[in-house]
């Protein structure tokens, strides 16, 4: 299938999520996971309309971060060192990956070097799978607590990756469980600001995500493809 066809084939399948969940499609996010990819795949994405771009690894984004820049957001999806935050504070417009408390002063060291804030988004493991970073539920209002001080590390919502299943709706009680403990979250007025964001679903489960209400979906094979990079 063809880029735009894949597009316009997810564009299709978003809007039904939305229709099912009565949700507006306005309050849904795509995030094109293009670290398979190569930069003029990225390139010809963002021609079609792609806004937000996920990456990995600073090396392998380079060179798409040198040609778009401006053009398309960064999304920094993967685990991230405390040693790489020089590499990712400053060129990236997001990370969706902040799980632990030497993690947020890297980044707010690097940031108020900088003179910037950064959105994040706090990681957790919902599923408890042992193979998956994150901070468990329980921990989630200790952590907000320790993270009030840091000026410039924005927590603007919860990210969570569901375990890979057969089938999309096993994924459900996932889903469903993060949008339980943003509210929760929210209620208790953890965080310095409340947080309204869902960074949750992927290529094989993101209509049911969004029907749990995310409002950001990472998708990659589904989207752009998997290819060698060139």
Known sequence: MALQDRIRDVERRIEEACRRS?????????????????????????????????????????????????????????????RKVKDVVGKFDYIHSLDRLSLAEEIQKRASALGIDVPCFVQVNVSGEESKHG??????????????????VKPIGLMTMAPLESEAEETRPVFRRLRELRDELNAKEAFAAPIAELSMGMSGDFEVAIEEGATWVRLGTVLVGIEEEA
């Open 135 to 152: 901070l468990s539920p329980e921990e989630l209002e200790g952590f907000a607590a320790a993270i009030r001080g840091l000026s410039r």
């Open 22 to 82: 009565g949700r507006s499609r306005r309050e849904v996010n795509v995030v094109a996971v293009t670290k398979y990819v190569s930069a003029q795949t990225a390139a010809n994405a963002v021609a079609h309309g792609i806004r937000h771009l996920g990456e990995n690894r600073w090396p392998d984004s380079e060179e798409k971060w040198r040609l778009l820049q401006g053009q398309a957001a960064f999304h920094y999806i993967g685990s991230l060192q405390t």
